[in-house]
Structure formats: structure tokens, C-alpha cells
């Protein structure tokens, strides 16, 4: 007797970027969160939520709903390709790893944003030179593709 048997696949584009932006503290910053979804045309169903070092949900933008929601202290800038984050005054706890996911059907991206307190141009400088840009090519396997590693650095 013979047994059936399914095999279900499932496509995923998982896109993972870092950044690291430097700044301090009592000013405002901008963490950029820029995607490809857009690059050939515009997508009318997109939603980006911005998590905070605490994973807190910071804001939360659907663009086909028109619906935007921040935390006091933050706000989104929109244009096809990028979600800003901005906060208005940088705070000790605003410090560390800030993600921006970015949805469009079944099409998700992680952008790790790492803010980081921008020490005298002394000390910064030997931070910044840890910093590096890299880019790797999709890999592709049975239909899971796990898409490029960035690293930029920025400073305010």
C-alpha cells in the first residue's frame, strides 16, 4: 500500500540590514529604513512597523490605510523606498538597536538600525572606524531566499 504525501513550499524574501547612526543626546535623529519594494514600482498594500531597543512598537504605518501612529517623541517620514524614523530628542534609552519591518504581501525585510552616542570627534573617530559596508548577494534554497547583509555607518 502506498502513502501520500504532501509537500508544501513556501516562497519568503527575507531582506536583513544594519545601519549604525550616530548621535547625541538631546538632539533629533533621522534612522533610515530604506527597501527595494518600490524601486521598480509603487505598492499600494505596505505596512512598517519601527520597534525600539526594548522592542517597544514606536510607530506603525499602513500606507493603503492611510494609517500612521507614533509615540510621543516620534514621527515617520514617507517616500517610496524609505520610512524615517525620526526622533525628536535622543534619549539614553533611545540607544541600541531600533528594527523597521517592512511587509508587502509575502514579502518581509528586518532593517536593524544601531544608534549609538556620538562621543567628542576624538573618540568617534575610532568608532567609526569599525564601521564598515558590505553587501551579499540572495541565497537561494527551495525556494527560501535569504537576501543581503548591509552594514553603513552615519553620523549626525
Known amino acids: 500500500m502506498m502513502a501520500n504525501a504532501r509537500i508544501v513550499l513556501f516562497f519568503f524574501v ?11 543626546l538631546g538632539l533629533a535623529v533621522g534612522l533610515p529604513c530604506q527597501y527595494t519594494f518600490e524601486s521598480r514600482k509603487e505598492i499600494k498594500q505596505l505596512s512598517v512597523q519601527w520597534k525600539g531597543p526594548g522592542k517597544e512598537l514606536l510607530c506603525h504605518f499602513i500606507k493603503h490605510k492611510a494609517y500612521q501612529n507614533c509615540t510621543p517623541g516620534y514621527s515617520l517620514g514617507y517616500a517610496p523606498g524609505n520610512v524615517t524614523l525620526t526622533i525628536a530628542a535622543v534619549r539614553p534609552t533611545d540607544l541600541g ?5 517592512v511587509s508587502k504581501r509575502h514579502d518581509f525585510s528586518d532593517f536593524s538600525v544601531d544608534l549609538v552616542l556620538k ?3 576624538s573618540s568617534n573617530s575610532s568608532v567609526t572606524n569599525g564601521c564598515y559596508a ?7 534554497l527551495l525556494g527560501l531566499a535569504l537576501t543581503v547583509w548591509q ?6
Open 14 to 24: 527575507v531582506e536583513v540590514t544594519a545601519e549604525r547612526v550616530f548621535s547625541p
Open 97 to 101: 538597536t531600533h528594527v523597521c519591518s
Open 119 to 121: 562621543q567628542d570627534s
Open 134 to 140: 558590505g553587501h551579499a548577494n540572495p541565497l537561494s
Open 151 to 156: 552594514q553603513t555607518c552615519h553620523s549626525v
